[in-house]
């Protein structure tokens, strides 16, 4: 439900809130208790909110700046949530083990292919003729 003057987006910004809001615990408790952890643990915890700051903010900007520019209801909610569910997968994937996982590439492809699909979107509304 998209309520007049309320954006889509602002739910998966909201979403992305709380998800950096937990990387960033996370990363507060892997440097408290460091010693305990597995020596590759507190950097890979630092690398996932790192990687999370660096392309979260550009994805909401382009999924707000299409909902703005007219894109279809159902796209903006597609492309919001195959946003939350990649940087899940890319969050446990990263978190889970050091080196390369599924879920890690993954999470990480799908971030790039939204940011190449809304960078696009973004373009073509731009350049589409307005009637």
């Not at 998800?19 to 590759?40: E, H, Y």
């Not at 996932?48 to 903006?76: D, K, M, R, S, T």
């Not at 195959?82 to 940087?87: C, F, P, T």
């Not at 699909?117 to 350049?127: E, T, V």
Request: aromatic share 10%; charged share 10%.
């Amino acid at each position: 439900m998209n309520t007049p003057g309320i954006p889509i987006t602002l739910f998966y910004a909201g979403i992305m809130g709380l998800l950096a809001v937990a990387l960033a615990t996370q990363v507060l408790w892997a440097r408290i208790n460091a010693k305990k952890l597995p020596d590759w643990k507190p950097d890979t915890t630092m690398r996932v909110q790192a990687n999370f700051v660096e392309n979260v903010p550009l994805a909401l900007i382009l999924l707000y700046l299409l909902e703005a520019g007219g894109a279809p209801v159902p796209i903006v909610h597609v492309l919001g949530g195959a946003l939350v569910i990649a940087r899940l997968l890319h969050t446990w994937g990263y978190s889970s083990n050091p080196g390369a996982t599924y879920p890690r590439l993954i999470g990480a492809q799908v971030t790039f292919l939204l940011l190449s699909i809304m960078g696009f979107g973004a373009i073509y509304l731009s350049l589409a003729p307005r009637f």
